[in-house]
């Protein structure tokens, strides 16, 4: 059983920086794709960035040049470095792990961005 578990989420300041990580145990290789994804209150959950083992990243056109995704190398380890928060960031986010045999979540973080 794979889980997956998320920390450093918090409050912050617009204009501010904030470093969530995740780390997967339960799980003996390297899985393929890890990131983060969010969902704010009344809207959809929404890719936020992934990176596969690696290292290849795909990064949301709404973080793009203000977060960065990155991992462990030869770890189930991801982190999301955000940068210039703004209050539209606000969010649950959620750590996901994707391979061939299946798909695991982490229960989420809350990041709350202030104006």
């Known amino acids: 059983q794979v889980q997956l578990v998320e920390s450093g989420g918090g409050w912050v300041q617009a204009g501010g920086s904030l470093r969530v990580s995740c780390a997967a145990s339960?799980?003996?290789?390297?899985?393929?794709?890890m990131g983060w994804y969010r969902q704010a209150p009344g809207k959809q959950r929404e890719l936020v960035a992934t990176i596969t083992s690696d290292g290849r990243t795909n990064v949301a056109d709404s973080v793009k040049g203000r977060f960065t995704v990155s991992r462990d190398s030869g770890k189930n380890t991801v982190y999301l470095q955000m940068h210039s928060l703004k209050p539209d960031d606000t969010a649950v986010y959620h750590c996901n792990a994707d391979w061939v045999a299946g798909r695991a979540w982490g229960q989420g973080t809350q990041v709350t961005v202030s104006s």
């Open positions: 339960g799980v003996s290789f390297v899985i393929y794709t």
